[in-house]
């Protein structure tokens, strides 16, 4: 069922249960996995609350499996909180030769891990993270059901009326960074193809929640009175407590050669209107800079809803509950996403 109420949100404890609270399907997932979970790079912007998601999915299903979550935990806080939801957490630098050698045997494997700020100072590392290591995770699991997220950065810049491209669209990156991200899939193909590991590759843009997204990076702009770029002048984006989702239970469409699936949201939205709604709900004057290009990033999902159906959270709750975020001062990441970056340099 869709959530249709208004969406109050007065602390960061309240957030990240509804970013994790299981959904049924998440559930009845749980109910049919064979084994456990190994999720690397949990210690993210996505991972603590996908890590939450599988192991309340695991409990409330019965399940004797357990959930086991990777990282470099530099935030002790989050490892603490992930324990406390009953997952296992394992400490590991994956750049490190050993690590993938102590890691435990799974079933299935989320891989979450990848590099983007900063791809410009240190190209290297950029393409370490997100190409190298992850064909280390596949030689590691090779008989294990595995999804991989990406990014939809690997498409290249089309015009909105398109609707965005689908998975069959030729990939263009532009950069270095989307440029490793596409190495990262070929890589995980190669893989994939060589020893027979089901895979599924997801394209995420943008996941969005209160504390980080551009939904965030725009409404703080007009909060604040800055003005708001306008050259990617439109964008998808996908609620992250729905990412999550869809990212669980993606584990059950895995094969070989691996299945691509774009997630995101269901509209192409203007940055210029989502900046004069934000200005209507937080009573500011939207100001603006520069002019909308004829082509922005955008991803065409339907496939990805046909097989694990709709968003839950609609768009208009996903608004307010920024809104109200922002204008009560509710904490941040404090990573913008860049997202008005055309030229791929992050």
């Known amino acids: 069922m869709r959530m249709n109420e208004p969406i109050?949100?007065?602390s960061e404890d309240e957030l990240d249960d509804l970013l994790s609270d299981p959904y049924p399907e998440d559930i009845d997932w749980a109910r049919q996995l064979r084994g456990d979970v190994l999720v690397l790079g949990a210690g993210g912007k996505m991972g603590p609350t996908l890590v939450r998601r599988i192991a309340r999915s695991l409990a409330v299903a019965g399940s004797s499996h357990r959930v086991r979550a990777v990282s470099?935990?530099?935030?002790p806080e989050i490892?603490?909180?992930l324990e406390a939801e009953g997952a296992d957490t394992i400490v590991a630098d994956l750049l490190d030769p050993g690590a993938f050698s102590r890691l435990p045997d799974c079933e299935s494997a989320l891989w979450l891990v990848g590099s983007k700020?900063?791809?410009q100072g240190r190209p290297d590392h950029t393409w370490a993270t997100n190409a190298y290591l992850p064909g280390r995770m596949?030689?590691?699991?090779?008989?294990?059901r595995v999804t991989v997220l990406s990014t939809g950065n690997v498409y290249p810049l089309v015009a909105p009326g398109t609707g965005g491209c689908g998975e069959e669209h030729p990939a263009a990156p532009v950069g270095e960074y989307a440029e490793s991200c596409l190495g990262r899939e070929r890589v995980v193909e190669y893989f994939s193809r060589r020893n027979g590991t089901r895979v599924t590759i997801l394209r995420l843009n943008y996941a969005v929640e209160a504390r980080y997204g551009v939904l965030l990076d725009v409404a703080r702009r007009v909060w604040e009175g800055e003005p708001v770029p306008l050259e990617m002048g439109y964008v998808n984006v996908i609620w992250q407590g729905d990412a999550n989702s869809a990212c669980f239970r993606s584990l059950a469409l895995a094969?070989?050669?691996p299945l691509v699936l774009n997630l995101t949201g269901e509209e192409v939205l203007s940055v210029r209107e989502l900046a004069e709604e934000f200005a209507a709900r937080l009573?500011?004057?939207?100001r603006f800079e520069g002019r909308e290009s004829p082509t922005a990033l955008l991803s065409d999902a339907r496939r990805c809803r046909e097989l694990l159906g709709p968003p839950h959270m609609p768009l208009d709750a996903?608004?307010?509950?920024v809104a109200d975020w922002v204008r009560h001062g509710g904490p941040t990441l404090g990573k913008p996403t860049r997202f008005e970056v055309r030229d791929g340099k992050f």
Request: hydrophobic share 30%; net charge positive; proline share 6%.
């Open 8 to 10: 109050r949100i007065s």
């Open 72 to 75: 470099r935990f530099s935030r």
């Open 79 to 81: 490892r603490a909180g």
């Open 117 to 119: 700020f900063g791809s």
């Open 138 to 144: 596949m030689q590691r699991y090779p008989d294990a």
């Open 255 to 257: 094969e070989s050669p």
């Open 283 to 286: 009573g500011r004057e939207a």
């Open 318 to 321: 996903v608004l307010g509950l």
